[in-house]
């Protein structure tokens, strides 16, 4: 616990910084759930539904990779300030939805704020780094993780109420609240990043220069061995993902037997574990190399999700998926922790924006990928098997990021 009040104590604007990401993502998690629920009030229509998972993606595909070249250029905080206060803008028109005839309004802000977070993610990733000492890195990425279980249990509760007592209006207003505190939290950073002035640059200039660096993001991607395995380690987990958000609930209906109560609360356990898991990780991570803590997390994830899946075969009862989903919280924030510390140790200030972004977008091509490959083999191949297959991704993952933690382990000294 040491490693942890160190960070939380002695770094002031981080802890106005991960106060801040904690009441923001609450109040996404309140929109995402309480927009789900009155979509499908408004419309009956699952299809609808759908829709909002598509808006929400999009960006990520086609934006993400360029937005972190303009996040590079510009003041971290700042972007964080100005992103914040838009999204607190761009959710007001809610509050004319009464009816399925404008179901569009609702697409359009989804699609706006996903395009806000493409600037807001990577300008966060890249400040850690800045605000911490190098040997408190992994404490404050376990951290980081830990709030976004912690803004998932307590935002998808609110996110209910609120639609049940107000509708869009009250989700919109309640989660437009968050994004104000979360700018004054921020705006009382002191930390101030200079960048290069280029007012004086051309246009034809400025549009050659940003090829050159949205290209040179896309190059570091895959820029030595270490960012290489890193990459792809994102992908084959980002297939994964999309594996587990399309088959997951029928696993539990299916295979488990569960009804839509047993999949709620399955659900709610792997966001207590995340969160019990981020505190031990945040405490305990400093003790261990990045790299290392990254290899073990990876394969005990892969390990227990395995076991999750195969239990089924031999018996009936839901209490070991609770137990599953819980206990893998830890190697979960183990596995978060030990890679945004390596990535960020691979990376530089005034490059490390456009390089997340760049991974961030390939990812989410992969996150689609899987939804797709899930949703025709589910029913081809069978749901276990499938399932099983993304959880040995991660046992893979693991052992091949241990075999290569001295490359991994390397630093990149950083600007002062």
Not at 391 to 401: D, E, I, M, T
Request: with cysteine.
């Amino acid at each position: 616990m040491k490693d942890l009040w160190g960070v939380l104590a002695r770094q002031r604007d981080y802890r106005l910084m991960l106060s801040a990401g904690l009441i923001s993502l609450i109040g996404d998690w309140l929109l995402r759930t309480g927009l789900a629920f009155q979509i499908y009030v408004l419309t009956g229509s699952t299809l609808a539904s759908g829709g909002l998972l598509l808006a929400s993606f999009l960006p990520a595909v086609l934006l993400g990779s360029l937005a972190g070249v303009f996040v590079d250029r510009w003041n971290q905080r700042t972007t964080m300030i100005v992103t914040n206060v838009l999204n607190a803008v761009v959710l007001l028109p809610l509050i004319a939805v009464h009816d399925a005839s404008m179901i569009w309004i609702v697409y359009a802000v989804v699609l706006a704020q996903s395009c806000l977070q493409q600037f807001f993610t990577p300008a966060e990733q890249s400040l850690v780094p800045l605000l911490v000492n190098s040997d408190q890195l992994v404490t404050a990425n376990a951290l980081n993780s830990q709030i976004r279980d912690l803004a998932r249990l307590i935002g998808a509760a609110l996110g209910g109420v609120l639609a049940a007592a107000g509708g869009l209006t009250l989700l919109a207003l309640g989660d437009a609240a968050t994004f104000l505190i979360a700018v004054v939290l921020v705006a009382a950073m002191r930390h101030r990043q200079s960048r290069p002035d280029r007012t004086d640059e051309s246009a034809g200039g400025a549009v050659k220069r940003l090829k050159a660096e949205w290209t040179e993001g896309l190059r570091l991607c895959v820029a030595g061995p270490a960012m290489r395995l890193f990459f792809v380690f994102c992908l084959v987990t980002g297939v994964g993902e999309g594996i587990m958000s399309t088959l997951f609930a029928p696993f539990v209906r299916a295979d488990l037997g569960g009804d839509g109560r047993v999949y709620g609360l399955i659900v709610s356990s792997q966001a207590i574990g995340g969160i019990i898991g981020g505190l031990v990780a945040a405490a305990i991570g400093n003790r261990w190399p990045a790299a290392t803590l990254w290899g073990i997390g990876a394969f005990v994830f892969g390990l227990i999700d395995t076991v999750l899946f195969l239990y089924p075969l031999a018996s009936d009862s839901v209490i070991p998926a609770f137990v599953c989903m819980i206990v893998v919280g830890l190697p979960g924030a183990l596995t978060i922790a030990g890679m945004m510390t390596v990535f960020q140790n691979l990376t530089v200030d005034g490059t490390r924006g456009r390089i997340y972004g760049a991974v961030g977008a390939a990812e989410s091509v992969a996150v689609l990928i899987g939804i797709t490959a899930a949703g025709f083999l589910g029913d081809a191949v069978g749901i276990i098997p499938i399932l099983v297959f993304q959880g040995l991704g991660y046992v893979v993952g693991g052992l091949v990021v241990l075999t290569r933690r001295r490359v991994l382990s390397r630093v990149v000294p950083q600007p002062v």
